[in-house]
């Protein structure tokens, strides 16, 4: 009588059933692995958008305190000891949304612009800082910021276009996996002062431009009343008067009042546009 063994195939079949579940075990931990990589570099990014977010809001805080103090004295660029001690650092109250901490917000105390970070606190660095016109640091906390001055100058910053430059910084530290994620925000505020001498036309009353052949005003134009083209609406800068089909360009126009584009004799039939 013939016998037939079975013991061959059947440890071919368990070879195969081990491999397949090698394979499976080695495709669960690399998808394991890859969701978990996934998943913190979400976390970090969330954490990092939520950081930069509480910067900006310190910023922001920090510009309106800056300008608050600054319309004190229009005319006087301020030094770094204005700012410095005076601006108060936000509370936790401002950004509830971001974790409570027994150290919150630390304000800086350098009139340099040197880092001043500090991980122990939420915020950090929270400061403003005169500087010159290129940014650099000034010698100390009582000198005025050097202002970088315009084209049109005369010898003083009194007399032309000038810009004060400060430079605002908020450090923020925010815990994540993996350690902390820190967002530090700078921005530069800018004190601007305008002179006259840059218009071309600078006007109080109420100023009214009505040529005959064509007419290019190249510089800026100011009135701190209405203007009266005598043309149609701008397209762009150019305006085209029905009468006498002259054009009229302006460059850069600022007004208090609105613009009218017939003359200012048609009262009662003139309509206004203003500009964007």
Not at 30 to 49: D, G, L, P
Not at 102 to 128: M, P
Not at 131 to 140: K, N
Request: hydrophobic share 35%.
């Amino acid at each position: 009588m013939k016998m037939t063994s079975y013991h061959k195939s059947s440890g071919s079949s368990l070879l195969v059933v081990v491999s397949t579940m090698s394979i499976l075990i080695g495709v669960v931990a690399i998808v394991a692995h890859y969701t978990t990589t996934v998943s913190r570099s979400v976390q970090r990014t969330n954490t990092m958008e939520q950081a930069l977010t509480a910067a900006d809001a310190t910023i922001e805080t920090l510009f309106t305190n800056w300008r608050a103090i600054c319309r004190f004295n229009p005319t006087t660029p301020l030094p770094t000891s204005s700012f410095l001690g005076v601006i108060p650092v936000p509370t936790a109250s401002q950004l509830p949304t971001l974790p409570g901490a027994t150290n919150f917000a630390k304000a800086g105390t350098s009139f340099t612009t040197n880092d001043e970070y500090d991980s122990a606190y939420t915020i950090s660095n929270v400061k403003v800082v005169a500087v010159d016109a290129t940014l650099s640091s000034l010698s100390s906390a009582d000198v005025a910021p050097v202002p970088a001055v315009g084209q049109s100058q005369t010898g003083t910053a009194s007399t032309t276009s000038a810009t004060y430059n400060y430079i605002a910084s908020a450090d923020v530290t925010l815990p994540t996996v993996g350690g902390n994620t820190v967002a530090k925000v700078r921005r530069v505020f800018s004190k601007q002062q305008l002179s006259p001498w840059n218009f071309a036309i600078f006007y109080n009353d109420p100023l009214e431009i009505h040529p005959g052949p064509q007419f290019t005003v190249t510089g800026w134009v100011h009135t701190n009343s209405s203007l009266y083209t005598g043309h149609m609406p701008p397209i762009g800068q150019l305006a085209l008067c029905r009468e006498t089909r002259s054009t009229l360009r302006l460059q850069q126009v600022h007004t208090g009042l609105p613009i009218y584009h017939p003359r200012r004799d048609r009262s009662s039939s003139r309509s206004a546009w203003m500009p964007l």
